[in-house]
């Protein structure tokens, strides 16, 4: 028997044939980065290899590191194996990694939504015959409604409180979430002020040529009274600190995939909770592993035994990724 | 129902108590006094009997949803509610209805005498007129326990504010046996003379913790002191020549205690007592495991009303010849309670708790020391002039605790969490020493911050080393400070020792795996404190 393609190491999925990681969590020579977040593009390692739309935002928050970059579709070999990035419509430049070894297909997902949210590159499916899946929302109980709708929600939020005489604060990752949000909101409703690390992604993606509203970034000079009915993005860390309470009156919100739990909803004690998430609902989940037409899926990241079991009954042949890594930051609800 | 949802997604999207206070009394000026009843009656614990089982309504909503039910099971602890559960997996509905809330309580009330073709056929016609909020609240109904950020405390003071009613004496009203079916909105909330309704129990006056000592309580003179318990509180109403007993739940326990049928006996009809329920030895009472076990039995078996029969432990009268005692300062209401209980035979089922004699505050805490030796918790203070308030009030009463007893122990197991901690691992299973081996003795779900319940669910998945199901083993590492109130003997345990609200009172990171608790000092603190 072969070789796999793909194994799981104490260091992350490798691939033998080309001697390389993807997304790796302890520093090796040779990484493929799926995308940007935190635990997926870590410092350390000697060479990284990743989309040019990636590669901006990498660089920005891991400092000088030795990057190449790929378009999407463009095929690398890399030893004995064809490798290449894929559109995975989690956030801009987000891809997911096919690694091709004497005709036998895998692709690891990274994180992905199969829904265009406006800004990324959206989801392409891509045949395999081994798949290995996240699963953050991998349960029946995750379905997310159009972002139409949600954006309608948001609005509306936004609206009544500018005229009440609020600030709308609304918590959402920096890096993606923050940027699909400005996509979302309508800028006629007011000013739209963010706290310095969304500002701070929003330059480098302009850069890169993406398009997002105008936003007021928040330093000790901006005095809150002079933006009234203001909507401010910020980190979920960031509401309920010292930082937002400058803003006087305020409702506030999270955005994120867990607001559709009501428990997790009423833990994080905002007023509000907006289901929008960069991973892939129940739906979406089971749509992208039909597409991709693999025999062989690998779940990861979430409820990965439940999520396994319940392909199994579907026909697949799926395991659980024995090893796992958790994300560093304390964003957790942020997905 | 669009109204009651209405006042449900308010409250809900809300932590602040004096908006949900004002959307409630909202609701109570305009809503129809039917729904006005039910919601009373749903926010006092009060629910429509039971018509279909939550094991049907997980099949239904199963088949309906498109999956197998194991998958639904498995999504219904992580989502925390199984109703709703069921309202996230149900497809979309395709109509769309606004029948008030009473219309479907009557519905559910009406599939009693349906077959249960008849009933899954109505149940799933509900939930294809209903939206996802909707939903929730209609399979609330159905499955109970409808806590949803509205405690009875608040919607008392909602429906004052909508009637102008004074709050104390609404929440009186609404305590005893009534049912949505037995009464009226009129003649719970508005008749002028309320039909007197023998069973019903004032509403209990709650102590709150004394943090720093009792110092700052000014003169000891000024104060009484008695063990504080651990059975469970209760009021003992002797009324129309029969007798009740209620929960600080609000929960009727009657049938659960028989032994207080004999209090009429003893005692004169038109009687309120407030106490500690404890299972008896004599002396002193057994540790809190053996009342355990009389807990959640509706019915107690012979044997166990012979090994541990229960006795109120009275601190307080709170009526005497059918009148309210509770304006009278407690030295007077305690000196009549004691002149009542003083002739009563031994084997009465009641006796009343003593008063703690001291003249200072240290000879005091040198008595609190000794709790543990009494079976105790620690001390009860009460102002000798205070009048017997309702609900938890500041000033008054206090309790007056023993510090808990810790551990040190080494986490080995974690699972994540339900509700409001879906994503987290947050139910930990911790170990001590023995010899070199990790021998598991408690679980313990709460303690840590948000923070720190982040930082431990991160460091979990990248050290697990084994999985069983939802159980993950982790790299033995992490050393936390366990601390209960109370040990005992326990063969169900592979440790041999179970410990009483266990809980995370520190996470150790200054402390060495090596340096955690063994099994020989949790033997010793059984051995001291058993």
Redesign the interface.
Known sequence: MTKPVLTFTERGIYCPAGDFFIDPWRAVDRALITHGHADHARPGHRRYLCTDGCAPVMRHRLGNISVETVKFGETRKIGDALVSFHPAGHLPGSAQIRVEVAGEIWVASGDYKVVSDGISEPFEPVTCHSFITECTFGLPVFKWDSQAEVAQELNTWWARNAAQGKASILGAYSLGKAQRLLAMVDPEIGPILTHGAVENTNEVLRHQGYRLPKTIYVTPDINPKNHPGALIIAPPSALGSQWARRFGPASTAFASGWMRLRGVRRRRAADRGFVISDHADWDGLMYAIKETKAENIYATHGYTDIFARWLNTQGYNAQVVPTEFGGEDDEADAA | MKDFANLFTTV????KTSLKTKALAEFFQTASDDDKLWTIALFSGRRPKRAVTTTQLREWAAEL?G??L???E??YP????LA??IA??LPPPNRHSDLPLTHWITELKSLATLDIDQRKTRIVDAWDQLDPTERFLFNKLITGGFRI?VSQKLMTRALAQATGQIEASLAHRLMGGWTPETTSYHDLIEAEDAEADDSRPYPFYLAYQLEDGPEALGDPADWQAEWKWDGIRGQVILRGGTHHVWSRGEELMTDRFPEFARLTDFLPDGLVLDGEIVAWEGTQPHPFNTLQARIGRKTVPKKLLQDAPVILLAYDLLEEDGQDLRDQPLEQRRARMEALLRDLPDDAPIRAAPRLSFDTWAALAEIRATARDHRAEGLMLKRKDSPYLSGRKKGDWWKWKLDPLTVDAVMIYAQQG???????FTDFTFAVWDGNDLVPFTKAYSGLT??EF??I??????N?QQ?F??VRQVTPHHVFEIAFEGIHASPRHKSGIALRFPRMSRWRQDKPLQEANTLDDLKDLLETYG
Not at chain 2, 78 to 81: E, L, P, R, T
Not at chain 2, 418 to 424: D, E, K, T
Not at chain 2, 457 to 462: D, E, F, N, P
């Open positions: 809900d999207q809300t932590t949803g999956i197998p194991w998958l639904l498995e999504s992580i989502v925390g509610d709703e559960t996230l997996i950020g339900h509700g409001r901690r879906a994503n987290l948000d923070d982040r930082k669910t991160a460091w979990v998945r990248k697990t999985r199901g939802p």
